[in-house]
C-alpha cells in the first residue's frame, strides 16, 4: 500500500541521495478504451511485439526505441534513414498474450506510459524539457514497414495535409500529464502520493501511470487495424552539461495498431464510441486507477466536430494540449482520500 510520508527533508535527502537508478526509459505499456464517464473500460490492448514485464529474464531495451541511437558520433543528428519504429515493431505483429485493443471509430482511448523519475526526479538529467518533453501521437490507416521518423514527426498535421499525407497528428501534449508519479522519497512524487492517491493494483503496483488520452479518427475503417506512432522528443539543450555543449537530441517512439471494430452493437461499452459524448459526463471523484484524465478527456471532447461534418474533422482538433493538466480539485482529491484511507490523517501540501 501507499505510505504517506511526511518528509521535510525529503529533498535535501534526495540531493545528497540520488541514486543513478534512473535508466529505465519510457514507453506504450497498455491502450485502453475510456468510456463517456471518463473511466478505463473492457480488456486492454498493447502495442506490437509486447514483452511483459514480468517476462523472465525482462529488461527495458525490449521494448525501448531510442532515436538517434547510441553510439552516434553526432547525439543531434537524426538520419533521414532512421526508422519510425523499433525491428520488434515494424510490422502490425502482437505476441502472445498481448493482443491488440479493440476500439470502434472516433472512441477516446489512453495510452499510459510510465514516467520512471523523468516526472518526479527532474534533476537527475540536466538540460531537459520543463514538461519532461513533449509526446506526440499519429494515426495512419496506411502503414510503412520501413517508416522513417523524419517523414511523420513534425511532419504530419492535424490536417492530414502534411509530408505524404498518409496520417495525421492526433495528439500533443506534455509528458507530464500532472498527475503521474513512481514511489520515491522525492517531493513531487510524495506531493503528487498525497494529492493522487490510488489503490495500489496488480498493473501499476503503487505508482500512477502518466497517460495520454486521444480520440481515433471517426472516420477510421472498421474491420481493420489502425496504426499509431507514440513519439516522445526529450531533447537535452545545448550547455546544460559540459560533455553535452551541443546538446542532444533524445527520441523514443512506441509502435501499435488498434482493431477498429464496427460499433453497430449499442450495447457494448467497450468498444463504443465516446467521443459523443459530452465532458459533462465525466464523473469527478472516480478512483484514480481507471480514470482519464479530465482536461485530457474535455479537450477530446471539445475538438469533436459538428455532427454534419465529414468524417475527417475529428482529425482538426482545436488546439494542441500544450498546456499542463490541470490537477484534480481539492474537492475530488478529499472524497477520494476519504474513501480510501478512512483512518489517515493526511497532510497535504
Ligand atoms: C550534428 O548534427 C547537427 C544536426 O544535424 C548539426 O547541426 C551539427 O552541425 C552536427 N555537428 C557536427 C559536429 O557535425
Ligand atoms: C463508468 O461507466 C462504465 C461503463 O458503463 C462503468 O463500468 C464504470 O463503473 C463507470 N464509472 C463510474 C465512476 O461511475
Given at each position: 500500500?501507499?505510505?504517506?510520508?511526511?518528509?521535510?527533508?525529503?529533498?535535501?535527502?534526495?540531493?545528497?541521495?540520488?541514486?543513478?537508478?534512473?535508466?529505465?526509459?519510457?514507453?506504450?505499456?497498455?491502450?485502453?478504451?475510456?468510456?463517456?464517464?471518463?473511466?478505463?473500460?473492457?480488456?486492454?490492448?498493447?502495442?506490437?511485439?509486447?514483452?511483459?514485464?514480468?517476462?523472465?529474464?525482462?529488461?527495458?531495451?525490449?521494448?525501448?526505441?531510442?532515436?538517434?541511437?547510441?553510439?552516434?558520433?553526432?547525439?543531434?543528428?537524426?538520419?533521414?534513414?532512421?526508422?519510425?519504429?523499433?525491428?520488434?515493431?515494424?510490422?502490425?505483429?502482437?505476441?502472445?498474450?498481448?493482443?491488440?485493443?479493440?476500439?470502434?471509430?472516433?472512441?477516446?482511448?489512453?495510452?499510459?506510459?510510465?514516467?520512471?523519475?523523468?516526472?518526479?526526479?527532474?534533476?537527475?538529467?540536466?538540460?531537459?524539457?520543463?514538461?519532461?518533453?513533449?509526446?506526440?501521437?499519429?494515426?495512419?490507416?496506411?502503414?510503412?514497414?520501413?517508416?522513417?521518423?523524419?517523414?511523420?514527426?513534425?511532419?504530419?498535421?492535424?490536417?492530414?495535409?502534411?509530408?505524404?499525407?498518409?496520417?495525421?497528428?492526433?495528439?500533443?501534449?506534455?509528458?507530464?500529464?500532472?498527475?503521474?508519479?513512481?514511489?520515491?522519497?522525492g517531493d513531487i512524487s510524495e506531493h503528487r502520493q498525497a494529492k493522487f492517491p490510488h489503490v495500489a493494483d496488480q498493473t501499476m503496483g503503487a505508482d500512477l501511470w502518466c497517460q495520454q488520452d486521444i480520440a481515433l479518427p471517426s472516420n477510421a475503417p472498421s474491420g481493420k487495424p489502425y496504426t499509431l506512432y507514440w513519439v516522445?522528443?526529450?531533447?537535452?539543450?545545448?550547455?546544460?552539461?559540459?560533455?553535452?555543449?551541443?546538446?542532444?537530441?533524445?527520441?523514443?517512439?512506441?509502435c501499435m495498431d488498434v482493431d477498429i471494430v464496427d460499433n453497430g452493437d449499442a450495447t457494448s461499452t467497450t468498444t463504443h464510441s465516446h467521443v459523443k459524448a459530452g465532458a459533462a459526463d465525466y464523473v469527478e471523484g472516480q478512483p484514480l486507477d481507471k480514470a482519464s484524465i479530465p482536461s485530457q478527456f474535455a479537450e477530446i471532447?471539445?475538438?469533436?466536430?459538428?455532427?454534419?461534418?465529414?468524417?475527417?474533422?475529428?482529425?482538426?482538433?482545436?488546439?494542441?494540449?500544450?498546456?499542463?493538466?490541470?490537477?484534480?480539485?481539492?474537492?475530488?482529491?478529499?472524497?477520494?482520500?476519504?474513501?480510501?484511507?478512512?483512518?489517515?490523517?493526511?497532510?497535504?501540501?
Amino acid at each position: 500500500m501507499l505510505l504517506i510520508r511526511d518528509t521535510v527533508l525529503g529533498g535535501l535527502l534526495l540531493a545528497l541521495s540520488l541514486p543513478s537508478t534512473v535508466v529505465g526509459h519510457s514507453w506504450v505499456e497498455q491502450l485502453t478504451v475510456i468510456a463517456p464517464n471518463g473511466t478505463f473500460v473492457g480488456a486492454p490492448g498493447y502495442p506490437r511485439g509486447n514483452i511483459q514485464r514480468s517476462a523472465s529474464g525482462f529488461s527495458d531495451t525490449e521494448m525501448t526505441y531510442l532515436i538517434p541511437p547510441n553510439g552516434r558520433a553526432n547525439q543531434s543528428q537524426i538520419l533521414p534513414t532512421d526508422k519510425m519504429c523499433k525491428d520488434s515493431q515494424r510490422t502490425a505483429k502482437q505476441t502472445e498474450g498481448s493482443p491488440r485493443l479493440q476500439a470502434s471509430a472516433g472512441a477516446a482511448i489512453a495510452l499510459r506510459f510510465q514516467e520512471n523519475g523523468h516526472v518526479t526526479l527532474p534533476n537527475t538529467q540536466p538540460g531537459k524539457p520543463k514538461n519532461r518533453g513533449t509526446v506526440y501521437v499519429y494515426g495512419t490507416t496506411e502503414p510503412k514497414e520501413d517508416e522513417n521518423l523524419l517523414d511523420v514527426h513534425r511532419v504530419w498535421n492535424r490536417d492530414g495535409t502534411g509530408g505524404d499525407r498518409r496520417g495525421v497528428l492526433l495528439s500533443k501534449q506534455n509528458f507530464d500529464d500532472g498527475r503521474c508519479y513512481q514511489i520515491n522519497n522525492g517531493d513531487i512524487s510524495e506531493h503528487r502520493q498525497a494529492k493522487f492517491p490510488h489503490v495500489a493494483d496488480q498493473t501499476m503496483g503503487a505508482d500512477l501511470w502518466c497517460q495520454q488520452d486521444i480520440a481515433l479518427p471517426s472516420n477510421a475503417p472498421s474491420g481493420k487495424p489502425y496504426t499509431l506512432y507514440w513519439v516522445w522528443d526529450w531533447p537535452t539543450a545545448p550547455g546544460a552539461t559540459a560533455e553535452l555543449l551541443n546538446g542532444k537530441q533524445e527520441i523514443y517512439t512506441t509502435c501499435m495498431d488498434v482493431d477498429i471494430v464496427d460499433n453497430g452493437d449499442a450495447t457494448s461499452t467497450t468498444t463504443h464510441s465516446h467521443v459523443k459524448a459530452g465532458a459533462a459526463d465525466y464523473v469527478e471523484g472516480q478512483p484514480l486507477d481507471k480514470a482519464s484524465i479530465p482536461s485530457q478527456f474535455a479537450e477530446i471532447v471539445d475538438s469533436r466536430p459538428a455532427a454534419s461534418e465529414s468524417g475527417k474533422s475529428v482529425l482538426c482538433a482545436a488546439t494542441p494540449a500544450t498546456a499542463l493538466s490541470k490537477p484534480a480539485s481539492k474537492t475530488t482529491f478529499l472524497t477520494i482520500y476519504k474513501t480510501i484511507y478512512p483512518s489517515a490523517t493526511p497532510t497535504p501540501r
